[in-house]
């Protein structure tokens, strides 16, 4: 739909001006400035290449990056917020915040968290490509990404954009870049401070992702795994699978490596491959939990009040057929594991 909306628009500015209508001629061009470059567009291109690594599609596809605009990585290029606040139904009181507010467990979308999210992506791009591509088109993948890495966002307050795991995550990216671009670009190689930057951003990121095992371990009231705990899995799994690639591709790049990196790609495997472990502990443990039986049971009893929720649903099992109800608790509880359970499907060992 993205891709083409532009002939949709210039088929259309054609048609106004056979017609004569020129005020449309000038409403087409502001719809198509403003479409140019969306949070909606962008997000749509970050989900669908981070469904793709976490399910692979049976065929290559592109990755999306070339939909965006050539100067979208300028700090005078402007990403339009065309998403639709107002209009969805809304049946909450109006007293108090909205639903979707109380339930936030993460920042809503914005220009900076666009950018960081792509930022990723050009990185993995120029790892998982260039693992699947020949020779030439490999090079010219790391060519490219050597003339214009992604560069590094000065964030004065990342809780106003990310989450913490994100923002473990986007460092994390930054030094993955920075050692790619250090270790393949030998022009860098006799600066007075390479090696200790090389070694600074090496330790860097195994300690990121050591920080990263912790959170992941450490999480309590994981069953059952609602989205501020799903968040955490899926982002570090993500962290996980692009770790992975990295090392991959710095262990096939070792004879062009500066020598002063071989000590550290083993530490960082080592890292993620237990970041994987405790993911999939994790998931496991949320879907024993729900598998021990009585979930459905509790969701019917929060509705009809017997914990401590009169006030809020005494008049709910009037309204609704019980049988009615007992169906929506299974699908929910169902829902439940299936979040999870994906997971527990992932082979740990990279």
């Known amino acids: 739909m993205i891709r083409g ?62 939909i965006l605009p050539p100067n979208f990585d300028s700090a005078d290029s402007k990403i339009s ?71 590094r966002m000065k964030l004065d307050d990342t809780q106003n954009y990310l989450t913490d795991i994100e923002d473990l995550a986007r460092i994390c990216h930054e030094e993955m870049t920075l050692i790619v671009t250090s270790n393949l670009d030998s022009t860098r190689w006799n600066d007075a ?47 996980s699978l692009i770790t992975h690639a990295f090392c991959n591709f710095l262990n096939s790049k070792e004879k062009t490596l500066h020598t002063s990196q071989s000590p550290h790609t083993p530490q960082i495997l080592a890292q993620t491959k237990e970041l994987k472990q405790a993911i999939s502990e994790q998931a496991a443990a949320v879907k024993k939990g729900l598998d021990e039986g009585g979930w459905i049971d509790k969701v019917l009893d929060s509705v009809n009040g017997t914990q401590g929720n009169e006030t809020l649903f005494s008049e709910l099992g009037d309204l609704v057929d019980a049988g009615q109800l007992e169906v929506w608790a299974g699908d929910l509880v169902e829902g439940w594991k299936d979040s999870c359970e994906g997971l527990m499907l992932k082979k740990v060992v990279v």
Do not use: W
């Not at 920042?107 to 998982?128: C, E, I, M, W, Y």
């Not at 050591?210 to 899995?233: D, T």
């Open 193 to 239: 401070n390479f090696s200790s930057i090389l070694k600074a951003s090496n330790l860097n990121l195994t300690a990121r992702l050591e920080e990263a095992v912790e959170q992941v371990k450490n999480l309590n009231a994981i069953v059952p795994a609602f989205g501020s705990v799903l968040h955490i899995f899926y982002t570090t799994y993500d962290l």
């Open 5 to 66: 909306t532009p002939s949709q628009i210039s088929r259309n500015t054609r048609l106004s001006y056979k017609h004569g209508s020129y005020n449309s001629v000038f409403e087409l061009k502001e719809v198509s400035d403003k479409l140019e470059c969306t949070l909606a567009s962008v997000m749509s291109v970050v989900e669908t290449m981070k469904i793709n690594r976490l399910i692979p599609p049976k065929e290559s596809t592109n990755s999306g990056l070339d």
């Open 81 to 151: 917020d065309t998403c639709d606040y107002a209009t969805f139904p809304n049946f909450e009181t109006t007293l108090g915040a909205s639903f979707e507010e109380l339930s936030r467990y993460r920042p809503g979308l914005s220009d900076t968290r666009a950018r960081v999210n792509v930022n990723n992506q050009h990185l993995a791009k120029l790892l998982f490509q260039s693992s699947s591509a020949g020779k030439a088109e490999a090079d010219a993948y790391i060519q490219e990404f050597l003339t214009s890495p992604p560069s």
